[in-house]
């Protein structure tokens, strides 16, 4: 399953469009004064810009199985990644067989490099922004994930994350390619102390063929 457009909001378009273009040195598609479209791999995220929003979202990039060593220097002149515990930063999610780092963008959303180590995606060249494969994750907050995900398998034919130990708390549509993490409200967004909290975001998602639009 590929997440190949995101739409969320912010609440500055000025100042996501300088983060992600100088800071994540991510190219930009298109701007306007009301919204900016970034390539991000094979997924772009679009911000529409909405003055008054003052939440955040979570959502992850894809990095190669292999570079996650190198993606964490090439943060650290960046942005400050977030510390797990004892000062390491590296996120071990056994059942996942991946890795993770975390920061923050300027909106003060929660963003993630994760290297899945069940991908075929290894690169030999050093880490720049061109090795961020896609948009690997999107947090969607609902009073009842377990039910959400049921309804989008039975309406678009997509399927539980086999990995993942779904519940009425935290549940995932997808795969390695792609997710969709629905957390209840106020449930904080890991490794943060920050509450989830249900915000608009618009979703094109790619599978088997199939292009599904989803709004939530």
Not at 40 to 58: D, M, Q, T
Not at 149 to 154: K, P, V
Request: proline residues 3%; aromatic residues 10%; hydrophobic residues 40%.
């Amino acid at each position: 399953m590929k997440l190949a457009h995101i739409q969320i909001q912010s609440s500055n378009i000025e100042q996501t469009t300088t983060f992600y273009k100088d800071i994540l040195d991510l190219p930009i598609i298109e701007k306007t004064k009301e919204s900016v479209s970034i390539q991000a791999g094979n997924s772009v995220l679009e911000f529409v810009e909405n003055p008054e929003f003052k939440s955040i979202y979570h959502f992850a990039f894809n990095v190669p199985k292999n570079k996650l060593d190198e993606a964490i220097d090439w943060c650290k002149s960046k942005v400050d990644l977030i510390f797990i515990e004892d000062q390491k930063v590296i996120t071990n999610f056994e059942n996942w067989n991946a890795n993770a780092v975390y920061f923050y963008d300027n909106n003060g959303n929660l963003l993630e490099f994760i290297a899945r180590h069940e991908l075929d995606n290894a690169q030999t060249e050093a880490f720049s922004s061109k090795a961020i494969l896609n948009i690997s994750e999107i947090g969607i907050v609902n009073e009842n994930p377990l039910a959400l995900g049921n309804q989008l398998i039975e309406e678009h034919g997509l399927e539980f994350f086999s990995k993942n130990a779904n519940s009425e708390l935290f549940a995932a549509v997808g795969d390695d390619e792609g997710l969709l993490i629905m957390v209840k409200p106020n449930r904080n967004w890991y490794p943060t102390q920050t509450p989830s909290e249900s915000n608009k975001t618009a979703i094109r998602i790619e599978d088997k063929g199939n292009k599904i639009e989803l709004n939530f």
